[in-house]
C-alpha cells in the first residue's frame, strides 16, 4: 500500500541540528519555496537526541557549533546533550519548521526523472511501514555520514563470556544502574573521555582502557572573551563576536598543526603535565603517535577528566585486548581488569546519505564515482546537496554554509526560470580522498564516499574563511555549474 503526499519544491531529510538550521534558512531566504522535511525517528534533534549516555556534550565550542543566524545565548561555551536539544527545538519552533517535519518517515529510495525534471522519494511511514512517495524539485539531505542505527563494535574474544552488561553508548539503556560499580571504558575519543569523568563520580572504580593516545586540550567552561564582552554589549554582538574569534583560532590552530606540528604537540603535552604532574606517566597515556589534528583534537572544559585522574576517581590504561572473560578482560601484557560492565566507545559506522538508495532515469546512482563539487553537490548529479561539517572545526559551521548557498542557487534558478542545475566537470581533476583523516571510523569506510579533486570547485579544502567568501559572498557564475 501507498500513499503520496503533496509534491513540494524542496525535501530535506533529516531533522537534526543541520536539517532545522536548512529549514530555517530556507524560511529566512526562500520564503516562497514549499519544503518537507522527513525524518526517520520519533523527535527532532538528530544526534542529540538519539545519544543519551551519561555527560554527552558537545565536543567544539558552542559559539561557532551554534547556528550563525541565532547566536549562542548561553554562557556556557561547551553545552551538554540537553542543552542542544533544547536549542535545536527553540530554533524549530521561532521559524515555524515544526509544523514542517513528517516523523517516523525513513527515507529509503530517491529516483530523478530527466523528462519531468523531479525527484520522487519513497519512505516507509511509522511502524506500519506504509510506503509514502512525494516528488520534489531539489534535495538537501541532513542525515549525517554515520549509522544510526548500530555504532561500532570490534569483534573481541570472549564476550560471551562476560558475566556483566557490555553497552555501545550510540544506545545507553536507561535502566543502567553503574553507581558503585567497577567500570571499564574501551575508547580514547571524544565519548570516551565525557563519559570518564561522569561516571567516575558515581563507580566503585573507572579504567579508561586504550589502545593508543588521543591528543586532548584542557578549555574554559566558560569561554573568557564572551564573559568581557557580555558586560558590555548586547548577547547577541558578544556571541557573533566570539564566534568570529573561535574561527579564526580554529584555523590558526590547524594551520600550526600542518606546518608546525612539533610546536603544537609539544604545547598540548605541556598542559597535560601541567594537569597530572610531573610523576604521571604522560609518554605513555596522552602522547599519540600522530600529529596534532591527523585524528580530531579532543576537549575536556574546566579539565575535568584531569580532575578525575588526579583525584584517583578514574585512572587510564594504554594495552591491547587479548581477550574478554567471566570477570572482565585479559590484556596482552597479562593484566586482568575486573569489572562489572564494560562500555564499548569504541566509535561509529559511517553510511554515505543516510542509506538511501538513489537513482537517476531508472539507473542507480554509486556516488563512489562521483565527485563532490563545492563540498556538497556531486558531479552530473541534479538538483541535490548534500550536508557534511567540518572533520577540523565545528560542523555547523559548513552546514550553514551549505544551506545558505543552497538558498542562494534555488532564488536564482526562481529568477531566471531554471529547473536544474547540475555540477559539470570541464578539464582534468586528479583525485583525492574526501576525507583526509587518518581517524580509525573514516580508514574503515573511506571506500563508501566520493571523491574529491585536487582543485576548485572540486576540493573541499576544510577552512572557513575561504568557503565564506566562496560560498556567502561569491557569486554563481561557475563555468562548471550547469543551469537549464
Known sequence: MSKQLESVDVL??????????????????CPDRTFAIFESRTNIGGTW????????????????????????????????????????????????????????????SAHWSSAHKHWTVTALAGESGEHVTLTCQFILS??????????YTPDFAGTDQFHGPIVHPQHWPDTLDYRDKRVVVIGSGATAITLVPTMARETASLVMLQRSPTYIADIPLEDPTAMRLRKWLPVAWASRL??????????????????????LRHFLLSEVRKQLGPDYDVKTHFTPNYNPWDQ??????????????REGRAKVVTDHIDRFNREGIQLKSGQQLDADIVIMATGLNLKFAGGVE????????????RFIFRGMMFSDLPNMAFTVGYTNSSWTLKADLTASYVCRLLN?????????????????????????????????????????????????YQNYIKDFITLRLGGLKDKELEFR
Open 242 to 263: 566570539t564566534r568570529w574569534k573561535k574561527v579564526l583560532y580554529q584555523i590558526y590552530v590547524y594551520r600550526l598543526s600542518r606546518k608546525r606540528p612539533k610546536v
Open 49 to 108: 537526541d538519539l545519544f543519551r549516555y551519561p555527560g554527552i556534550r558537545s565536543d567544539s565550542d558552542m559559539y561557532t557549533f551554534s547556528y550563525g543566524f541565532k547566536p549562542w545565548r548561553d554562557a556556557s561555551s561547551v553545552a551538554d546533550g540537553a542543552k542542544i536539544r533544547r536549542y535545536i527545538q527553540e530554533t524549530a519552533a521561532e521559524y515555524d519548521v515544526t509544523r514542517h517535519i513528517h516523523y517516523q518517515h525513513k527515507v529509503i
Open 296 to 309: 580530531r583534537l579532543c576537549a575536556v572544559p574546566d579539565g575535568d577528566l584531569f580532575d578525575a585522574i
Open 412 to 460: 536564482k534558478m526562481a529568477k531566471c526560470g531554471h529547473s536544474t542545475v547540475t555540477p559539470r566537470m570541464i578539464g582534468s581533476v586528479e583525485e583525492e580522498p574526501l576525507l583526509d583523516f587518518s581517524a580509525g571510523y573514516v580508514l574503515r569506510s573511506r571506500d563508501q564516499f566520493p571523491k574529491q579533486g585536487d582543485r576548485l570547485p572540486w576540493k573541499n
Open 358 to 369: 538513489y537513482q537517476v532515469d531508472n539507473k542507480k546512482l554509486d556516488f563512489t564515482d
Open 12 to 29: 530535506i531529510i533529516g531533522a537534526g541540528l543541520s536539517g532545522i538550521g536548512s529549514a530555517c534558512q530556507l524560511r529566512r531566504n
Open 142 to 151: 541532513c542525515s549525517g555520514y554515520y549509522d544510526y542505527d548500530e555504532g
